[in-house]
């Protein structure tokens, strides 16, 4: 509402600045431009008076300069004479057509002006956004919720604060989420120069770099894994992406050798023994298919770790895993029970809209199964989204 | 909310200016007072309106909004305030909006101090300076809004530019804009003119002083635009000859070329047809100027934008207003009434050539930047014109202007004596031929075109001194009156010394950075020590320091001359973090009017650095004259009288009198 009355209020003094003039000025037609020529030329006249009392220019100079002005006062005068023959036609004109002017000109500053900002402003404003001043949404907890908002905070803490390895280390994971997988492995290499190397910094550092890479496995992201699989021969990850650049080298045997060592550590149902059946498929070596899988939820450490954090990088995690999943069953499809659990996740983080989208897919992705498909009607209608 | 009134604002600013079009020149045409009164307060308002636009996006940057598009896009939390301030004129949308505030600035200052002007000639200035803000303004609403909003709104923003984020753009913009737009209201001026078919006594009386103004403020712009080049480029060129700074050079050529005319105009009444012409190549020149920075059609730090849809709107608004006012020129000049004859010899003579030779220069400028841009667009072939062409055209053309340029003050109006006055002028010559051979001998016979230059820059600053001096006749009315005679001239006189003498002083310091400045470039480690003209500089090395948004490597240099320590330099490689974007902050120490000049290049790991070492003698003349030639501006401006030119008897006393003075 203020809002509005600034802008009645700017619009009236717009209005009044056309208004007023006209009302105050007199009517009739302007004095003739010969006649302020004159005037011109007689203060000229009187200018070269004064500075040859000064003794600024010579008595000669003097003569001479009223001599030219002289000879153009009397032109000037000549043409205000001949003017002011025409000038009561002229007036009596400007008289005659100076009230339909007037009342155009009076119509336009009341109409057209209001009605065109007014109309221009509501195509081109925005006056429901309030200002947002910096410090004020700082200050306010209900604000910067969402994920770039967290990471800007945590950016703006790291800035001040570069020798926070936990800080980096929290932040490396989400860079990657947000597409960010250059600035992923710079913050896992400061986590790693500030914490210390471990399997999984040095694996998820590789990884990021790999993504940056456009999944081209570099010799510096070789080192990472080499680096990560020395601390722990039975990790999979590091061995996965070590597989892949043997792969991607063309060393077909070694790169056979590598996949098969792995999938021979898989329990089954690992999403990522899939993906090494699929690269072995590449090479021409068939594999047995997979055996019925088990919904894989948080880990102990995850969830320990979760306990530790504060309420904002929890939801933070609990989004990231969140996100993971989402991912993962949109590229290669899963489960009723992990649909469910993503479900599930997203009633607790109060995301009714995404929510939605979800049971809509998953009742796209298992159309061909009724009983999962009942089974999602179910919990959706449980969390107050049923149909 | 402030936002948001802010462009409210600006909406009704173009409203009002749509209507500062109309109103004003129909009454001008119809004669009709009321019509024509309405022009004053409208500029007024447009221009409190403007204004207040204008400080809602300051406001909005200075708290980081980033509910802002503009401010997100171009602006950074960690930034400190001044940059903030800064940050909002250092970018396409808020430039402009600095650019449209400059425009409506000047036409609220004709409506409050041209109360002599006559009724028409204002109203029709008013309406004609309501034309441009309409088609800026439109233009800015359209295609360039600064108070764009973003919802949801992020918590950082992308950071400025780090090569902007300098005292330089506090600065260096707005003293520019001042200068650009100020010939805006000349142009005003001379399309009224046309419209109303007179050139009558207040109109000569008028241009002077406002294409003074606008002229002193882009004279200090291009200087300042220069030695924020200079300091921050690292490596040490002050004019690079980029079509955006010949942008602003050519303006300033035509402006000057329209100085001297005005003068011709306001003090005898002639060239009037050819100062309208000079008044509108002035302001379509600085339009020029707007488009290519603007249009993406050039590719440098001062390339804003390069949205196709606003290069086709300024190119309209270019087309518009220089075809239309070049096509209003030739229906309605033959109208205006040429007056005051004189002879070829004649101090309007002179101020004709000065006309000739700065409009050709002008047109070489114009050429050597719009012929590659011209070719790229006909046959794709990317070609650059660069300094070469600009050395072997614009050159040539300053060598006979400086050379004649001592004569014109001398000369008498309407018909002069060229002998008479080249004999108050032999000691002058005398000193200038001294000037040649000292620097020949002194560094040398192989550099004759430098100690030429040297000579042409002594002839030209001993001439203004010269003439000033024979003004107050010393050798006729003796010491004490003469000082008292001196004090009193006409503050213009003053103005003309100090403007001539400025341009010798900037060809001073010109020709002697390039043809006696020493260069090093080299690699070096800490503790080791590199000589350059008589100082000897020691690298202690390099040091890691951290700044509100970027971190630099600054390395320490501790100058010497003839054993002693005289100075220290601090040279830095800078990293802006947000946009990871190095920059190189020179180090530069003053010694008299030379500088040394170093720059830090490559940075190694065994703290070694790559640098650029720079001996400039005389480099600062380059920009002191700027400021000279301002400070002779200004004098001229705050010369107030209605000024008059008539020819004087015979002065043969006078010669010898100057003679004397010298």
């Known amino acids: 509402m203020t809002l509005w009355i600034a802008f009645s209020l700017l619009t009236v003094l717009a209005a009044l600045a056309v208004l007023v003039p006209l009302a105050r000025a007199g009517r009739g037609a302007a004095t003739a431009a010969a006649l302020h020529d004159a005037e011109v030329y007689k203060s000229q006249l009187a200018e070269v008076d004064r500075d040859l009392d000064?003794?600024?220019?010579?008595?000669?100079?003097?003569?001479?300069?009223?001599?030219?002005?002289?000879?153009?006062?009397?032109?000037?005068?000549?043409?205000?004479?001949?003017?002011?023959?025409?000038?009561?036609?002229?007036?009596?004109?400007?008289?005659?057509?100076?009230?339909?002017?007037l009342r155009l000109v009076q119509a336009a500053a009341l109409v057209m002006v209001p009605l065109a900002a007014v109309g221009a402003y509501v195509v081109y404003g925005s006056p429901d956004l309030p200002d947002l001043p910096l410090s004020a949404r700082l200050e306010d907890p209900a604000q910067g919720r969402s994920l770039p908002d967290l990471v800007a905070r945590v950016e703006r803490h790291l800035a001040d604060n570069p020798e926070d390895g936990r800080g980096w280390d929290v932040v490396a994971p989400v860079y990657m989420r947000m597409g960010r997988p250059q600035d992923a492995a710079a913050a896992y290499a400061r986590a790693i120069r500030l914490l210390g190397s471990d399997v999984r910094r040095e694996t998820d550092r590789g990884e990021a770099l790999v993504v940056a890479n456009n999944g081209i496995v570099s010799a510096e992201a070789h080192a990472a894994f080499e680096r990560a699989v020395a601390m722990d021969a039975k990790a999979v990850k590091p061995r996965f992406f070590l597989a892949l650049a043997l792969t991607q080298e063309n060393r077909k045997d070694e790169a056979i050798a590598a996949w098969q060592s792995l999938l021979a550590d898989a329990q089954g149902g690992e999403a990522w023994a899939e993906a090494v059946r699929m690269e072995l498929a590449k090479l021409g070596v068939e594999t047995p298919a997979p055996a019925a899988a088990d919904v894989a939820g948080p880990s102990r450490e995850q969830i320990e770790a979760a306990?530790?954090?504060?309420?904002?990088?929890?939801?933070?995690?609990?989004?990231?895993?969140?996100?993971?999943?989402?991912?993962?069953?949109?590229?290669?499809?899963?489960?009723?029970?992990?649909?469910?659990?993503?479900?599930?996740?997203?009633?607790?983080?109060?995301?009714?809209?995404?929510?939605?989208?979800?049971?809509?897919?998953?009742?796209?992705?298992?159309?061909?199964?009724?009983?999962?498909?009942?089974?999602?009607?179910?919990?959706?209608?449980e969390l107050g989204e049923g149909s | 909310m402030i936002i948001e009134i802010g462009h409210f604002a600006l909406i009704l600013a173009f409203v009002l200016s749509a209507l500062q079009s109309v109103v004003p020149v129909w009454g001008a045409v119809t004669s009709d007072r009321r019509l024509m009164a309405v022009a004053p307060p409208v500029a007024g308002m447009q221009f409190l309106l403007v204004g207040i636009a204008f400080a809602a996006l300051m406001q909005a940057y200075m708290v980081s909004d980033f509910s802002v598009v503009n401010v997100i896009e171009n602006s950074h939390s960690a930034k400190p305030t001044l940059y903030k301030i800064t940050g909002v004129w250092g970018n396409h949308e808020g430039s402009l909006l600095l650019w449209v505030l400059i425009?409506?600035?000047?036409?609220?200052?004709?409506?409050?101090?041209?109360?002599?002007?006559?009724?028409?000639?204002?109203?029709?200035?008013?309406?004609?300076?309501?034309?441009?803000?309409?088609?800026?303004?439109?233009?800015?609403?359209?295609?360039?809004?600064?108070?764009?909003?973003?919802?949801?709104?992020?918590?950082?923003?992308?950071?400025?530019?780090?090569?902007?984020?300098?005292?330089?753009?506090?600065?260096?913009?707005?003293?520019?804009?001042?200068?650009?737009?100020?010939?805006?209201?000349?142009?005003?001026?001379?399309?009224?003119?046309?419209?109303?078919?007179?050139?009558?006594?207040?109109?000569?009386?008028?241009?002077?002083?406002?294409?003074l103004l606008a002229w002193v403020f882009l004279t200090l712009g291009i200087a300042m635009g220069s030695y924020w080049a200079y300091y921050e480029l690292g490596w040490g060129g002050y004019w690079f000859w980029d079509p955006v700074e010949n942008a602003s050079f050519m303006p300033w050529l035509a402006g000057t070329a329209l100085l001297h005319s005005a003068i011709v105009m306001e003090k005898r009444g002639a060239l009037k047809v050819w100062t309208v012409l000079l008044a509108i190549l002035t302001f379509s020149l600085s339009l020029l100027g707007t488009f290519l920075v603007r249009s993406g059609v050039l590719t440098?730090?001062?390339?804003?934008?390069?949205?196709?849809?606003?290069?086709?709107?300024?190119?309209?608004?270019?087309?518009?207003?220089?075809?239309?006012?070049?096509?209003?020129?030739?229906?309605?000049?033959?109208?205006?009434?040429?007056?005051?004859?004189?002879?070829?010899?004649?101090?309007?003579?002179?101020?004709?050539?000065?006309?000739?030779?700065?409009?050709?220069?002008?047109?070489?400028?114009?050429?050597?930047?719009?012929?590659?841009?011209?070719?790229?667009?006909?046959?794709?072939?990317?070609?650059?014109?660069?300094?070469?062409?600009?050395?072997?055209?614009?050159?040539?053309?300053?060598?006979?202007?400086?050379?004649?340029?001592?004569?014109?003050?001398?000369?008498?109006?309407?018909?002069?004596?060229?002998?008479?006055?080249?004999?108050?002028?032999?000691?002058?010559?005398?000193?200038?031929?001294?000037?040649?051979?000292?620097?020949?001998?002194?560094?040398?016979?192989?550099?004759?075109?430098?100690?030429?230059?040297?000579?042409?820059?002594?002839?030209?600053?001993?001439?203004a001194v010269a003439e000033i001096l024979s003004r107050a006749r010393f050798g006729d009315v003796g010491l004490s009156t003469g000082l008292a005679r001196l004090v009193g001239l006409p503050k213009s006189a003053w103005g003309t010394a100090f403007g001539h003498a400025g341009i010798g002083l900037t060809l001073l310091g010109v020709v002697a950075v390039s043809a006696f400045q020493e260069e090093k470039v080299l690699t070096i480690r800490p503790g080791e020590s590199v000589e350059i003209a008589d100082y000897t500089l020691n690298f202690s090395g390099l040091a890691r320091r951290t700044g509100p948004n970027y971190v630099d490597d600054v390395g320490h240099f501790d100058i010497y001359r003839e054993g002693r320590q005289v100075a220290v330099a601090d040279p830095a490689k800078r990293l802006y973090t947000a946009r990871q974007m190095p920059t190189t902050e020179a180090g530069i120490v003053t010694f008299g009017l030379s500088q040394v000049y170093v720059s830090i290049g490559e940075v190694h790991s065994d703290g070694g650095a790559d640098i650029r070492l720079y001996?400039?003698?005389?480099?600062?003349?380059?920009?002191?004259?700027?400021?000279?030639?301002?400070?002779?501006?200004?004098?001229?401006?705050?010369?107030?009288?209605?000024?008059?030119?008539?020819?004087?008897?015979?002065?043969?006393?006078?010669?010898?009198?100057?003679?004397?003075?010298?």
């Open chain 2, 615 to 662: 001996h400039k003698p005389l480099v600062t003349l380059i920009w002191i004259g700027c400021l000279v030639m301002s400070f002779g501006g200004v004098l001229s401006l705050f010369d107030r009288r209605l000024r008059v030119g008539a020819p004087k008897p015979a002065r043969r006393k006078m010669a010898a009198a100057g003679q004397g003075g010298d």
């Open chain 2, 103 to 211: 425009l409506v600035l000047f036409g609220a200052l004709v409506a409050a101090f041209g109360r002599n002007i006559p009724m028409e000639l204002k109203a029709a200035t008013l309406g004609v300076q309501g034309w441009v803000t309409a088609a800026f303004l439109l233009f800015m609403l359209s295609t360039s809004n600064p108070f764009v909003r973003a919802s949801p709104a992020p918590m950082e923003g992308n950071d400025l530019n780090p090569i902007l984020q300098d005292i330089g753009l506090a600065v260096h913009p707005p003293l520019l804009y001042v200068g650009y737009v100020g010939f805006s209201i000349v142009f005003s001026f001379a399309i009224a003119a046309l419209i109303l078919g007179r050139v009558d006594a207040a109109w000569a009386r008028w241009v002077r002083p406002w294409t």
């Open chain 1, 54 to 101: 000064r003794g600024l220019i010579s008595q000669e100079a003097a003569q001479a300069a009223r001599t030219e002005i002289a000879r153009r006062l009397i032109a000037a005068d000549r043409e205000a004479q001949r003017d002011s023959g025409t000038a009561p036609a002229a007036a009596d004109a400007a008289a005659k057509g100076g009230a339909t002017r």
């Open chain 1, 307 to 381: 306990e530790e954090l504060s309420t904002d990088d929890r939801q933070q995690m609990i989004r990231s895993m969140v996100d993971g999943l989402d991912a993962r069953l949109a590229a290669d499809g899963g489960s009723a029970q992990e649909w469910m659990q993503l479900m599930r996740a997203l009633d607790v983080l109060g995301e009714r809209e995404r929510l939605r989208q979800v049971i809509a897919r998953a009742g796209e992705a298992l159309k061909d199964d009724p009983t999962a498909a009942a089974g999602i009607r179910d919990l959706a209608r």
């Open chain 2, 300 to 463: 440098s730090v001062h390339a804003f934008a390069t949205d196709p849809a606003r290069g086709t709107f300024i190119l309209g608004i270019l087309v518009l207003f220089i075809g239309g006012s070049l096509a209003l020129y030739a229906w309605r000049a033959p109208l205006l009434k040429q007056g005051g004859l004189f002879a070829p010899v004649s101090r309007e003579g002179a101020l004709v050539l000065n006309n000739l030779l700065l409009t050709v220069a002008t047109a070489a400028v114009l050429v050597g930047t719009l012929y590659p841009l011209v070719l790229e667009v006909l046959t794709g072939e990317k070609i650059s014109v660069g300094p070469p062409f600009f050395n072997l055209t614009f050159g040539p053309l300053m060598i006979p202007l400086l050379m004649a340029m001592p004569f014109g003050p001398f000369l008498a109006w309407k018909r002069g004596d060229l002998a008479a006055v080249g004999q108050r002028l032999y000691a002058v010559a005398g000193l200038a031929l001294v000037a040649i051979l000292v620097s020949a001998w002194w560094q040398g016979t192989d550099r004759v075109p430098a100690a030429l230059g040297v000579g042409l820059a002594v002839w030209v600053i001993c001439a």
